[in-house]
C-alpha cells in the first residue's frame, strides 16, 4: 500500500476527546441509536469536525418529526399510532442533542411562543373523533 493510499483511506485516530475522528473515506456515516441524552450530546461532541455526521443528524431530525408532527395532526390516530409518534418525537430530540453537543444548535426554550393545548382539549378532539367513527343507528 502506498503512503498516498494510507493517507486516504485510514483516518487518524486522535487522542483528545476535543477533535474529531476521522473515518475511512470509502465509510459510510453511522448513527447509534441513541438511550439517552447524554449519550446523544456526546456522540455530537466527538463528532462535531465531521460535516457529514452533522448532516445525517440533521436529515434524521428532520423525518423524525415530520413522521411524528404527521402523527400528531391525525384525527384518526390510534393508541398504537400515538405511541409511534411519541417516539418518533424522543428520537427527533436524541438527534438534536447530538447537534446541541457539536455547537450546531442552541438550546431555545420560549413558552410564549410555543403553541398548548390543554389536556381537556385533547381529550375532547379524542372522544369526538371516535363518536365520528362509530356507525350510526337508524332510527
Do not use: C, W
Amino acid at each position: 500500500m502506498s503512503f498516498e493510499q494510507d493517507i486516504e483511506g485510514i483516518a487518524l485516530e486522535m487522542k483528545s476527546k476535543d477533535k474529531p475522528k476521522h473515518r475511512r473515506l470509502d465509510e459510510a456515516v453511522t448513527i447509534p441509536t441513541f438511550t439517552h441524552t447524554g449519550e446523544a450530546f456526546q456522540f455530537g461532541k466527538e463528532n462535531a469536525g465531521d460535516p457529514e455526521v452533522i448532516a445525517e443528524l440533521k436529515r434524521l431530525r428532520q423525518e423524525a418529526l415530520a413522521a411524528a408532527q404527521k402523527v400528531r395532526k391525525d384525527p384518526d390516530a390510534t393508541d398504537v399510532d400515538l405511541q409511534l409518534g411519541m417516539d418518533l418525537a424522543t428520537k427527533a430530540q436524541f438527534y438534536r442533542e447530538a447537534l446541541e453537543g457539536a455547537g450546531i444548535m442552541e438550546k431555545k426554550i420560549d413558552v410564549k411562543d410555543r403553541k398548548t393545548v390543554p389536556v381537556k382539549e385533547l381529550l375532547e378532539r379524542r372522544e369526538r373523533a371516535q363518536k365520528a367513527s362509530e356507525p350510526k343507528k337508524e332510527k
